[in-house]
């Protein structure tokens, strides 16, 4: 018999986080609405108040064609992880 036969017997059919990431989302797309940006300083705070060693690194990259919703052909910003 398979370890896996037995695995939906021993899953966890709720998240116990589920309320908090809901509403870490809902604070997060509040913030994003309100600068009209990601809200990168807020996303560092809020995963280093979980715990999480934080880090950014900035980029640009220019694109051979303009992107999805604008016609511009360099992109930056900010990855947060």
């Known amino acids: 018999m398979s370890e896996n036969a037995m695995g939906s017997t021993m899953v966890e059919e709720q998240f116990a986080g589920g309320d908090r990431a809901r509403a870490f989302a809902r604070d997060f797309a509040a913030h994003r609405k309100k600068s009209g940006a990601l809200p990168v300083a807020w996303l560092e705070r809020a995963m280093r108040s979980v715990g999480l ?9 220019k694109l051979p064609f303009p992107d999805e919703t604008h016609e511009r052909y360099m992109v930056s910003g900010t ?3």
Do not use: A, D, H
Not at 53 to 61: G, K
């Open 53 to 61: 060693e934080v880090y950014t690194q900035s980029f640009s990259r």
């Open 79 to 81: 990855n947060v992880y």
